[in-house]
């Protein structure tokens, strides 16, 4: 399974940005997809996940009530709604398929990766 991940960019403080996951096979369907990001420094963190039923969550607590997963298994993509962008929020941002079902917030539970997309946000 070959992730490709876009729509990151440059983007104001309050602005919004939508990422997108595409999932070369439909394998991908069959399994959780989740978000993750890693800032400059700091360690990968989870952000949302979706399970191949659908119904994402939003794992990360400071982006919750401003982002949202969602994914559409007929077109193998899983996109990453953010909302009210903060510069905190600036990171690398990856998407990555699990080993099943269910996400997880560890990356050793995830067997594909996009290359990741940059979300940069100016104060």
């Known amino acids: 399974v070959q992730l490709q991940a876009s729509g990151g960019g440059l983007v104001q403080a309050g602005g919004s940005l939508r990422l997108s996951c595409a999932a070369s096979k439909r394998t991908a369907s069959n399994n959780a997809v989740s978000w993750f990001r890693q800032g400059p420094g700091k360690e990968r963190e989870i952000v949302a996940t979706i399970p191949w039923r659908g119904g994402g969550t939003v794992r990360l607590d400071s982006v919750k009530g401003r982002f949202a997963i969602s994914r559409d298994n007929a077109k193998n993509t899983v996109d990453l709604q953010m909302n009210s962008l903060k510069p905190e929020d600036t990171a690398v941002y990856y998407c990555?398929?699990?080993?099943?079902?269910?996400?997880?917030?560890?990356?050793?539970?995830?067997?594909?990766w996009g290359q990741g997309t940059q979300v940069t946000v100016s104060s």
């Open positions: 990555a398929v699990a080993r099943r079902p269910y996400g997880s917030s560890s990356p050793a539970d995830y067997s594909y």
